[in-house]
């Protein structure tokens, strides 16, 4: 099997190091590929530090990978060499349990196989991720990058962009629905350009006033402050959905409260602690506290060919592979523009 340079973590608490992984040789129906970019996931430092339990080390992150196909298993017909292609947060599942069918590996009865922090189905070795410079990767799970997106924009698609995408497509939303926005980060940032191009009237709600400006400019109609209790009178019963992205402890009820009747609340960040929510403020209106994962493989790729027609893609800070315990600091922070993402050439310069 070829070694391949990677960053990995070896244990919860030590930075990610230089490492060096084996990829194996595409087999049947496999596809190899060099890649070109990977997008830096919030989830990747929950997973990395452990903070969800069940961490495998030493672990390689990574689970928005752009790059070129390199090599071809036997049988493998959707890709040719040369190919600009997508791995994103699932490389296997079972393939045959009704959710499957359906195209939705993600709930895959049996467990959707992670591309990186989880096992490979038939033999157990750990998977590893895209903060590396190769992957081996069934080409049923692979998706074909259009044209006319920037690479490094395109990566964190595969993981922020139909986390959010598919929610707005599953419930519904469309041309003069209200949606209101919760947090302007990596999520947030593609939930307002989404939103705003299937025609929805767009309003960001966030803590910082500092991020007034930017929610506009990518295309928001209204920006809130949430840090002004006023903010919650004003704005009751306003809204057909709200998109909450944030991962911090927040008070669902009072996101609640500006929903319409038969309004849907859609949850996409994941709190560490639970969070309570009164029973009244779902009765009272008939409205809905629902929750969403990523998409399947067919979803993610329509999210791609909507990308590619409505001329959206990620706003992104490339980073060198050997500044990634900076970017993870600086995530923390709040300090990125709204996606961190690596450039792998830089393994070549790393030291």
């Not at 079972?94 to 195209?103: K, L």
Request: net charge negative.
């Amino acid at each position: 099997m070829p070694t391949t340079p990677a960053y990995a973590a070896t244990s919860a608490t030590s930075p990610l190091a230089p490492f060096t992984i084996e990829r194996r040789e595409p087999r049947a129906g496999e596809v190899q590929i060099d890649i070109l970019y990977c997008g830096v996931c919030h989830s990747d430092i929950h997973q990395a530090r452990d903070e969800w339990g069940g961490s495998i080390f030493p672990m390689v992150p990574g689970h928005e990978i752009v790059g070129r196909v390199a090599r071809l298993g036997d049988a493998a017909q959707r890709f040719k060499v040369g190919d600009i292609v997508g791995v994103g947060c699932f490389v296997d599942s079972c393939r045959a349990c009704a959710h499957c069918r359906a195209g939705e590996e993600q709930f895959c009865d049996v467990g959707m196989v992670a591309t990186y922090n989880s096992r490979e189905r038939d033999s157990g070795a750990p998977t590893y991720g895209g903060y590396s410079t190769r992957i081996t990767v069934d080409e049923k799970y692979v998706l074909r990058i259009p044209d006319g997106i920037p690479l490094e924009r395109a990566a964190p698609l595969l993981c922020a962009g139909i986390t959010t995408y598919s929610p707005l497509r599953r419930f519904g939303v469309k041309a003069g629905d209200e949606v209101a926005v919760v947090g302007l980060g990596g999520l947030g940032h593609m939930a307002v350009k989404f939103a705003v191009a299937m025609g929805a009237q767009v309003t960001v709600l966030s803590t910082s006033e500092n991020k007034r400006a930017d929610a506009l400019a990518l295309g928001a109609h209204h920006f809130a402050a949430t840090r002004d209790t006023d903010t919650f009178k004003q704005l009751a019963g306003r809204f057909d959905f709200i998109v909450d992205s944030v991962s911090a402890p927040h008070d669902y009820n009072a996101y609640l409260g500006l929903l319409k009747v038969d309004g849907t609340m859609i949850l996409l960040g994941v709190p560490v602690e639970p969070s309570p929510v009164a029973a009244g403020a779902l009765i009272m209106r008939r409205r809905r506290l629902a929750g969403s994962l990523i998409g399947g493989i067919r979803e993610t790729q329509e999210m791609l060919d909507f990308c590619a027609e409505h001329g959206i893609a990620s706003d992104v800070e490339v980073i060198a592979i050997d500044q990634i315990n900076t970017a993870y600091d600086r995530m923390l922070k709040g300090d990125v523009h709204y996606r961190f993402v690596i450039d792998s050439a830089s393994f070549g310069q790393a030291g």
